[in-house]
């Protein structure tokens, strides 16, 4: 998948889940979407092209190396009898569940480490988000994150104390983001011809790296027709509808117009 794609799909996957997580309102759901769409660009650090690993230059580069080497490394030594002959580099390491939900341990421990580390993963998923979907998303997440501290703050509180809020109401949901996001990326590369071997280590037909994909029908390749003209619009339509208070506004919109038709 582009990785417009797998931005807009973590954003809409952000939005379906931050209600389950108790964000509840458009200015606490904002920020964790937006963090959800820019982590669902991390997985595809292990290719030199992709925008997560020239993001920041130089210094996302050697990541990128380091991602792919080892991806490589575990490749080898984790491959099943009837694995493909592949340099397992792209599509492998970061592609699996078990990496999602690794890193999102890791991202959610960093709350008791220090908020700094907590406004470092942030911006990194903001920076990936704005990258792929436009700077729009940095303001509409830094506005949302204002309103939602300074709505419950008490009075005589000082911009300071507000921060640490923000960044402790962050912190509560950081490793959320970087899970969802990368595992809805394993899900979106599921829909492409080459599939994504997300259930690794789970030995499947011989194989610990099973491509898990959709019945040949279904399937499209990158950059396809099929991902430009159906796939990303009809997320972007889903990215607009799943805002809360969207639907209703539709289907209020919907009414008028049908009144206005019925009226003529
Ligand atoms: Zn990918």
Redesign the pocket.
């Known amino acids: 998948?582009m990785g417009r794609s797998?931005a807009v799909s973590g954003w809409c996957a952000g939005l379906a889940v931050a209600p389950l997580i108790g964000l509840t309102s458009v200015a606490e759901m904002v920020p964790f979407a937006a963090a959800t769409a820019g982590y669902a660009l991390v997985?595809?650090l292990?290719?030199p092209g992709?925008s997560a690993s020239r993001l920041l230059g130089p210094v996302t580069r050697l990541v990128s190396g380091a991602v792919r080497t080892f991806s490589g490394v575990l490749y080898n030594l984790t491959k099943g009898p009837r694995d493909e002959d592949s340099t397992g580099k792209?599509?492998h390491a970061?592609?699996t569940l078990a990496a999602a939900i690794g890193l999102g341990i890791l991202a959610a421990s960093l709350g008791d480490r220090g908020k700094w580390a907590v406004l470092a993963v942030a911006v990194t998923g903001l920076l990936l988000a704005a990258d792929a979907l436009g700077d729009w998303i940095i303001f509409v997440a830094l506005g949302g994150a204002a309103w939602s501290v300074t709505g419950t703050a008490l009075p005589g509180t000082t911009a300071a104390d507000a921060v640490q809020a923000g960044l402790s109401e962050i912190g509560g949901w950081i490793g959320m983001a970087v899970g969802l996001g990368m595992f809805v990326?394993?899900l979106?590369?599921s829909l492409t011809r080459s599939g994504?071997p997300w259930l690794w280590p789970l030995p499947i037909r011989g194989e610990t790296w099973y491509e898990l994909r959709l019945p040949r029908l279904f399937r499209f390749s990158t950059n396809s027709w099929v991902e430009r003209l159906l796939i990303v619009p009809a997320l972007t339509v889903a990215a607009v509808l799943l805002l809360p208070g969207a639907l209703p506004a539709v289907e209020h919109l919907f009414d008028a117009t049908s009144i206005w038709i019925a009226g003529r």
């Open positions: 998948m797998h997985p595809d292990d290719h992709a792209h599509r970061t592609h990326h394993c979106g590369d994504c």
